[in-house]
């Protein structure tokens, strides 16, 4: 009696564990992994991700050297292995104040741009590095400086990415000053022979015009390429990156004309800011990748929860979408105490 008893109750527990798997029809519940952002602590900013390989690539700087991390999960690159793939010389136009640098497969080879200056802010340019023999490998041989990227104004410039129309068509983006003296950061647009070399006129892409776009300084930096369809798109920051205003702001060109400014239109309103509800603010600089199955966008930017100033900014991923227009859907920033879906 008291065995049937035992085996009653044992397929009750039996019972119960198996529900607690399954489903309503039957099938069993996977467990989902998740995460919380931020995936880089501060102080860090200004993220650079790209995807190749099946790999996560995070390039970044400490002020002085560039370094790469490799993660197999997006989520994971502020725990990927350190590679210092460039070390400045201090005694050069290029060694101090090292911005922002992104990692591109330009014309079967990887590169690096970045901003630089000798300790004078003014004398900020962007510069080229080339990866070294192994050139399908993003952390390959040390890479080789190849020169200051620049159209012949040689103005003040940062943040510089370079856009891919087709095969034969290569343009550099950057942000600069009209002439000599900071005030106001515009975004411009050049030609490129190759992959480090500008070959024609800078052409104003777009300057700060709306309020929003002109907390703490008028400044457009930052800018992103994406590309849906017929829609070639630049998002780039407005404001001041150490303020709670930081956003993106988007351009629209769907005929191609890439050097025309009148074919940029620009969105009147930012496209992502903060939000007092999730005490999320100062988000931008922003990059853009694919899950690992090709199927989710996700955008990868900083911004501040804990204070406001450029020590306080982290590195932070959610997923995104698009509407009918192929336009991006940002939505709004996430809180750090929401759990999200590995992607």
């Known amino acids: ?107 079967g080879r990887w590169y690096i741009y970045f901003a630089a200056d000798d300790g004078k802010n003014e004398n900020h340019r962007m510069y080229a590095l080339e990866a070294g023999t192994d050139a399908e490998n993003p952390l390959g041989e040390s890479y080789k400086l190849k020169g200051k990227v620049s159209d012949k104004t040689d103005k003040w410039a940062i943040d510089g990415t370079v856009l891919k129309v087709d095969k034969d068509s290569l343009y550099f983006v ?78 629209v060109n769907n005929s191609k004309d890439i050097l025309n400014s009148k074919s940029w239109i620009k969105k009147s309103q930012p496209v992502f800011k903060g939000t007092v509800e999730n005490t999320s603010f100062g988000v931008g600089h922003a990059s853009f990748v694919k899950s690992p199955s090709g199927k989710e966008d996700w955008i990868v930017y900083h911004g501040m929860t804990d204070g406001i100033g450029w020590q306080y900014r982290d590195i932070r991923t959610q997923k995104f979408t698009w509407d009918k227009n192929n336009l991006p859907l940002f939505g709004i920033p996430v809180s750090l105490e929401e759990d999200l879906q590995v992607p």
Not at 8 to 19: A, D, E, Q, R, Y
Not at 179 to 197: E, R, V, W
Not at 203 to 223: A, F, H, Q
């Open 1 to 107: 009696m008291l065995i049937k008893l035992y085996n009653k109750v044992f397929m009750v527990i039996i019972s119960i564990l198996t529900m607690s798997f399954m489903g309503c029809k039957g099938k069993i519940v996977e467990k989902v992994e998740t995460f919380n952002n931020p995936i880089v602590a501060k102080s860090s900013a200004d993220p650079w991700v790209v995807k190749a390989g099946g790999y996560y690539y995070y390039t970044y700087s400490d002020g002085s050297n560039i370094g790469i991390k490799k993660a197999k999960e997006l989520q994971g690159i502020g725990q990927g292995e350190e590679n210092i793939v460039w070390i400045s010389d201090t005694s050069t136009d290029y060694s101090k104040e090292v911005w922002a640098p992104e990692l591109h497969y330009v014309s």
């Open 174 to 251: 950057w942000s600069g000053w009209e002439g000599d003296k900071n005030g106001k950061q515009n975004l411009y647009i050049a030609a490129m022979s190759n992959p480090f070399t500008i070959s024609g006129e800078r052409v104003l892409m777009s300057t700060p015009e709306y309020d929003w776009e002109k907390m703490g300084m008028p400044i457009n930096e930052g800018p992103q390429v994406l590309v849906k369809e017929k829609n070639i798109m630049i998002v780039y920051s407005a404001s001041g990156s150490w303020t709670e205003n930081y956003c993106l702001g988007l351009l």
